[in-house]
């Protein structure tokens, strides 16, 4: 009676397959997989846009000389293996800790905010040795904080 | 009373379906989870940042172009600070690639991002701007310099809008 036999027996199965062969190129497969097996970080981006009239199109846009911006200075100590940051109009003031350079910058937006200027940008001004993690922390930081215009410094591009 | 036989002989064949079952389960996972993009063939640490933005929705992420800014790696070239996961400054060390050809003359990589930007041509009083997105994926203990020559290029080839590729820090 089928009701009573174990499932799997041979009764079930009148044509037999043999699935060695099979399950060996599984457990291969298997192999190969997991030894190749790496999880995926998770990737994503920081989108920013660069000037329109810069390079190539070279359209005067008539912005006054002297901007109105929260240029933060970023440098590279060697000796160190650090970043050193200041803001400019405390450059003196190194700011070791994210506290402390949010905290200047947070008091400059507050200024520029309590003057009804809203349209400034938060300028990057790193030397070319910085680290980039160091550069994109910064662009994480402001993001958290909420500015919206995140701008590079860079030296102009010399006229040919 | 005759007592009956014990039967000491057994054919025994163990039930390989199960097994099977749970051998096809762990190679479908480990088949769909394997990471086989190459990435414009580069690897690439990537800076960790909280605010990033996933693109797997992103609809212009096929037409993007992808620069990579990357330390040469292990057999190529043995730097002991790349590998202590310290500060490497040795320009030698690093490269600009693109689709898999690295750039080392800045006028070539601008031509490069000119042709798949479809700016190259155009009129020099009227300049086209791109429209296409340029992800640079740079190492994350790569020079800010080399980063920032990169988004040089990008200009002067008539591209602005910058992706920085950046990585999720994993949950604590």
């Known amino acids: 009676m089928a009701g009573t036999q174990n499932i799997g027996e041979a009764s079930d199965n009148p044509v037999a397959i043999n699935v060695t ?140 | 009373m005759a007592r009956k036989g014990l039967q000491t002989e057994h054919d025994v064949s163990p039930n390989l379906i199960p097994m099977v079952d749970i051998m096809f389960l762990l190679l479908l996972f480990f088949m769909l989870g394997a990471d086989m993009g190459h990435r414009e063939l580069e690897v690439v640490k990537l800076p960790l940042a909280q605010t990033v933005k996933e693109d797997k929705e992103d609809a212009d992420i096929e037409t993007r172009l992808t620069i990579n800014v990357f330390h040469l790696y292990e057999p190529e070239v043995m730097c002991a600070a790349y590998k202590a996961e310290a500060i490497c400054r040795d320009k030698t060390h690093w490269r600009i690639a693109m689709k898999g050809k690295q750039y080392a003359d800045h006028k070539l990589l601008v031509k490069q991002l000119q042709r798949y930007a479809d700016t190259q041509g155009s009129d020099p009083s009227k300049p086209k701007i791109s429209e296409k997105k340029l992800m640079v994926r740079a190492d994350k203990s790569a020079p800010f310099g080399l980063v920032q020559e990169v988004l040089k290029d990008a200009v002067m080839a008539g591209m602005y809008k910058i992706e920085c590729g950046a990585a999720r820090p994993a949950p604590q």
């Open chain 1, 21 to 160: 062969a099979m399950v060996d190129v599984i457990f291969c497969l298997c192999l190969f997989f997991m030894c190749s097996f790496q999880f995926k970080q998770l990737e994503g981006k920081i989108e920013s846009w660069l000037p329109k009239d810069r390079g190539m199109n070279t359209i005067a846009t008539g912005q006054p000389l002297v901007r109105e911006e929260i240029r933060v200075f970023m440098k590279w100590n060697p000796d160190s293996g650090t970043t050193s940051r200041s803001v400019l109009g405390n450059e003196a003031q190194h700011l070791a800790t994210d506290t402390e350079l949010m905290a200047v910058i947070r008091q400059r937006r507050d200024e520029y905010t309590s003057q009804g200027k809203t349209d400034w940008p938060l300028m990057i001004d790193a030397q070319s040795e910085v680290p980039w993690q160091d550069v994109v922390h910064l662009m994480d930081l402001c993001k958290n904080e909420g500015l919206p215009r995140i701008e590079f410094a860079a030296p102009e591009a010399p006229i040919n």
